[in-house]
């Protein structure tokens, strides 16, 4: 089965409001999340990353928060712009592996 | 910085038919990984290497195989091409692993498989 998961394919937001993508996770194990951008017909690059030992972490506009025991994490863009506009795939894994596993991801839209 | 090439950028094969998609990297990174994109499924990881010769099978590994013969390059096998199959490959390199020290992931432009 599908050990991480994104449950919205897609969201629209107004520019200037809050943007929030959400993804779920099953292995217990897993300590290691991070959010990656991709625009269409380019790769996949990293956004923003945490380990589990912290619930939150911010990086200018974007915050990455931890929810271990419910096994969610969410990226929040705050001000958001039309530029944000692309596709987020979450990803998790385990500290002691290389293996990384992602999500389908979430098409974000901003619009003007 | 350094770059990580893929070819071919597009593949076009036949049913039945065993095709090679080839991933080079100039970053001197240990971990390579494949990983195939369809709509609405994110990301799937078919196989990933830490280091030359090292192969480890990832959630797709099945109908594929995989080659690590130097560091700087990771070639991958669809080992029989399925009738109307259309697929985006990506090819990733990290500096160790990626979950496990918190190294990114480079990926490369990716090769577009269509199968006829």
């Known amino acids: 089965g599908q050990q991480v998961k994104q449950s919205s394919p897609s969201l629209t937001v107004q520019e200037g409001g809050i943007s929030i993508l959400n993804c779920d996770y099953e292995?217990?194990?897993?300590?290691?999340f991070a959010w990656y951008k991709k625009y269409p017909d380019n790769s996949p690059t990293l956004l923003i990353s945490v380990r589990s030992n912290v619930d939150k972490r911010e990086d200018g506009r974007l915050t990455v928060f931890l929810n271990k025991s419910g096994k969610h994490f969410s990226l929040h863009i705050t001000a958001s712009q039309p530029e944000d506009t692309a596709v987020y795939l979450c990803?998790?894994?385990?500290?002691?592996?290389?293996?990384?596993?992602f999500g389908e991801g979430t098409k974000l839209t901003v619009s003007s | 910085g350094g770059i990580i090439t893929q070819t071919p950028k597009f593949l076009i094969g036949q049913e039945g038919q065993k095709l090679t998609l080839k991933c080079q990297q100039n970053?001197?990174?240990?971990?390579m990984y494949w990983y195939r994109q369809d709509s609405g499924k994110g990301l799937r990881l078919i196989y990933y290497?830490?280091?030359?010769?090292?192969?480890q099978k990832g959630d797709l590994s099945e109908g594929y195989d995989a080659s690590r013969e130097k560091k700087s390059s990771f070639s991958l096998t669809v080992t029989s091409a399925q009738k109307n199959e259309m697929a985006v490959f990506l090819c990733?390199?990290?500096?160790?692993?990626?979950?496990?020290?918190?190294?990114?992931?480079?990926f490369g432009a990716g090769t577009r498989l269509s199968v006829l």
């Open positions: 292995n217990d194990m897993f300590d290691y």
């Open positions: 990733a390199s990290s500096l160790t692993g990626g979950a496990r020290d918190q190294n990114t992931l480079y």
């Open positions: 290497s830490i280091t030359e010769n090292d192969l």
């Open positions: 970053f001197n990174h240990d971990t």
């Open positions: 990803a998790a894994g385990v500290g002691g592996s290389a293996k990384l596993i």
